[in-house]
């Protein structure tokens, strides 16, 4: 905060490839605690909570989240619900399949249209639960369920996934796609490749 920092996004479970499930109970236990100690030394600090799970998520805003972020998109119902309920701000996130198996064999006839066809289907969706539409950030996933080729066509058609007027959320920060793209296995290799690519997105419309 002391830096700048705009929102802390707060998670109990690992979403990297080939990661496994934390129970609810366990991930709640993990967050809670520290969002109510950010709360009580910074009352005005935003945060985000990053979980799939309905009641980890419903927790997590009545302690003093106020954004939920959900790297499955809200398929499940009950986090919609939560999210209408609540009134939190939502990030829908892509992802094709789960951090367990989306890096199995990813594939797509056009990455860019379907991740935008999601996000329609998706707007519709929270539209009709009562969201209000300015809560809605979309962000297409980079990493998640994409090769190395989606990523690039992702990130070279940004301007492309915009819906509904609504702002676009790029996570691609030290990710190990650009490992692969400079060829070193070295993660502080990536820091200034993660400045240019960010510069890039926020020319593209990019504003999260």
Known sequence: LEEGAAIIDI????????????????????????IEAIREQAPDACLSIDTSKADVARAAVKSGASIIND?????????????????????????????????????????????????????????????????IVYDPGIGFGKTL??????????????????????GVSRKSFIGKLIGSDDVQDRNWPTVAITSRAREQGVTL
């Open 71 to 135: 790297v499955t998109g809200f398929r499940d119902p009950d986090m919609i619900h939560v999210a209408a309920d609540t009134g939190a701000g939502l990030v829908v996130m892509h992802m094709q399949g789960t951090p367990r198996t989306m890096q199995s064999d990813p594939s797509y006839n056009d990455v860019v249209e379907e991740i935008r066809s999601f996000f329609e289907v998706k707007h519709a969706e929270l539209i009709a639960a009562g969201i209000q539409p300015e809560a």
């Open 11 to 34: 998670g109990g479970e690992s979403t990297r490839p080939g990661a496994a499930d934390v129970p609810a109970s366990e991930e709640q236990a993990r967050v809670i605690p520290v």
């Open 149 to 170: 080729g989606h990523n690039l066509e992702l990130l070279k058609r940004l301007d492309e996934l915009t819906v509904a007027d609504r702002p676009l959320l790029l």
